[in-house]
């Protein structure tokens, strides 16, 4: 006997056009010209849904997007301009979209237009793929599926995550995961650098009020070996498994809807120059289909949150 689907079709066109905006705004990319910010998505035409056939989820969504970005030099000067995505869609790769930036009108020419359509456009790129790996994961929550003997499961994520071409490197693999269940894995590294000392970027990530601050959601953080912390409201939770003053941190990671009890290990190496500190981070065992996911988390809210929080990066208007 078939049991049919609870709910067979979701309108996802609201929480998509919130989420976009959630995921857009704010990216941050900086080099030795100067930085540049995503400070508005002006347009959200499109719409999304999810729909139970025979047993299969079906995602359809179709965007034309528009946002609006500023720049500083370091010498101080300030530009503005335009970005534009007309073709986030189910029926492209996402290596395919149309990612266009622009400088807006009676804007003298700036090295940082080639700042963003190069890595600007690798960061919506990736800001975007975490969109659909959400609306294929978050937003499906609930939607159960029919089975042959009666059985209903939940839908599991089917998002093929993509490489983020702006990191050091990305590679994927298929290790065991700690629940003796074989599931594909990656690693990536990420590199970025705050102007601060080694000794106080090492504080925040161990500071349980600092935390608190910069993710704006509760936490519970015991700084030492072996101590847990759990943060942004219970969506991220681990263990530190080494501690090394200014140097390094080494820690299990999960968001709490990875498999039960798989873990990623992260590790954090903090490198002083020139008054700043240069950030290493190391993520290894990540579930393949979680990979965006986790680079968009950690340099929303880790990476820019400490920045904006604290001061320790360039900062726009």
């Given at each position: 006997?078939?049991?049919?689907?609870?709910?067979?079709?979701?309108?996802?066109?609201?929480?998509?056009?919130?989420?976009?905006?959630?995921?857009?705004?704010?990216?941050?990319?900086?080099?030795?010209?100067?930085?540049?910010?995503?400070?508005?998505?002006?347009?959200?035409?499109?719409?999304?849904?999810?729909?139970?056939?025979?047993?299969?989820?079906?995602?359809?969504?179709?965007?034309?997007?528009?946002?609006?970005?500023?720049?500083?030099?370091?010498?101080?000067?300030?530009?503005?301009?335009?970005?534009?995505?007309?073709?986030?869609?189910?029926?492209?790769?996402?290596?395919?979209?149309?990612?266009?930036?622009?400088?807006?009108?009676?804007?003298?020419?700036?090295?940082?237009?080639?700042?963003?359509?190069?890595?600007?456009?690798?960061?919506v790129r990736t800001a975007l793929g975490s969109y659909?790996?959400?609306?294929?994961?978050?937003?499906?929550?609930?939607?159960?599926?029919?089975?042959?003997?009666?059985?209903?499961?939940?839908?599991?994520?089917?998002?093929?995550?993509?490489?983020?071409?702006?990191?050091?490197?990305?590679?994927?693999?298929?290790?065991?995961?700690?629940?003796?269940?074989?599931?594909?894995?990656?690693?990536?590294?990420?590199?970025?650098?705050?102007?601060?000392?080694?000794?106080?970027?090492?504080?925040?990530?161990?500071?349980?009020?600092?935390?608190?601050?910069?993710?704006?959601?509760?936490?519970?953080?015991?700084?030492?070996?072996?101590?847990?912390?759990?943060?942004?409201?219970?969506?991220?939770?681990?263990?530190?498994?080494?501690?090394?003053?200014?140097?390094?941190?080494?820690?299990?990671?999960?968001?709490?809807?990875?498999?039960?009890?798989?873990?990623?290990?992260?590790?954090?190496?903090?490198?002083?120059?020139?008054?700043?500190?240069?950030?290493?981070?190391?993520?290894?065992?990540?579930?393949?289909?979680?990979?965006?996911?986790?680079?968009?988390?950690?340099?929303?809210?880790?990476?820019?949150?400490?920045?904006?929080?604290?001061?320790?990066?360039?900062?726009?208007?």
């Amino acid at each position: 006997m078939t049991v049919f689907s609870l709910l067979t079709e979701r309108n996802a066109t609201n929480w998509s056009s919130e989420k976009l905006k959630e995921l857009l705004v704010g990216i941050q990319v900086e080099n030795e010209h100067g930085s540049c910010e995503v400070t508005e998505v002006s347009t959200v035409e499109g719409e999304a849904s999810i729909s139970n056939r025979k047993g299969k989820l079906i995602f359809f969504y179709e965007w034309n997007l528009k946002a609006k970005w500023k720049g500083i030099t370091k010498t101080g000067t300030k530009f503005k301009g335009h970005i534009e995505i007309p073709n986030l869609s189910d029926e492209n790769d996402m290596d395919d979209l149309d990612i266009s930036a622009t400088l807006s009108k009676d804007q003298p020419d700036t090295e940082l237009l080639a700042l963003m359509r190069k890595e600007g456009a690798e960061r919506v790129r990736t800001a975007l793929g975490s969109y659909v790996s959400f609306l294929k994961t978050e937003f499906t929550q609930g939607m159960i599926l029919p089975t042959a003997n009666g059985i209903t499961t939940q839908q599991p994520s089917q998002f093929k995550a993509k490489v983020d071409k702006t990191l050091i490197g990305s590679n994927c693999s298929k290790p065991s995961a700690n629940t003796g269940v074989k599931i594909p894995t990656c690693k990536f590294r990420i590199r970025d650098i705050f102007t601060t000392s080694p000794g106080e970027l090492y504080r925040v990530f161990l500071n349980q009020e600092m935390v608190q601050a910069f993710t704006h959601a509760p936490a519970v953080v015991e700084p030492e070996k072996g101590g847990k912390f759990h943060m942004i409201g219970g969506n991220v939770l681990g263990e530190f498994q080494e501690l090394v003053p200014q140097q390094k941190i080494i820690m299990k990671w999960r968001y709490n809807s990875w498999p039960s009890e798989h873990y990623a290990t992260i590790t954090l190496t903090f490198s002083g120059r020139e008054g700043e500190t240069e950030l290493n981070i190391e993520c290894r065992s990540v579930p393949k289909s979680e990979e965006e996911r986790t680079k968009e988390g950690w340099h929303r809210y880790y990476l820019q949150g400490i920045k904006q929080t604290f001061g320790y990066g360039t900062r726009l208007y």
